[in-house]
């Protein structure tokens, strides 16, 4: 698949993903040592991030692969942000629902390039 042009609006919108991806990176870690883990002091469950770490680089080069990946890679992410969300209280729901967000912008800005490119295409 070719990459979809490079203008400045797909740039905004690959560099807020690439942004995004980084904070639920680091929120994902933060959240299960840190924040809000599981067990009182921490949990193997931030590991959680490591898919997300594994195909960072990838996305930070602008790879289209790494793009349609994360894309899948996100919705667990934000499933489990919007459950936790939901069955937890205090400041665990509070991190839950910010994963949840995060996740979600990520996931519209990855989307984003490609739908402007397929207009871009039609417009041809």
Known sequence: MTPPPSTPEASAW?????AA????LMLEILWELWLAPVKPGGSWLALKALPL???WPSLA??????????????????AEGVVRGVSESGRHALVAWTAALIAAIAFIALLMPF?????ARRNR
């Open 14 to 18: 690959e560099r807020l993903a690439v």
């Open 21 to 24: 991806v980084t904070a639920l």
């Open 53 to 55: 770490a594994l195909v």
């Open 61 to 78: 080069r602008g790879a289209v692969r790494a793009r349609q990946g994360m894309t899948l890679l996100l919705m667990p992410y934000l």
């Open 115 to 119: 739908r402007n490119a397929k207009r």
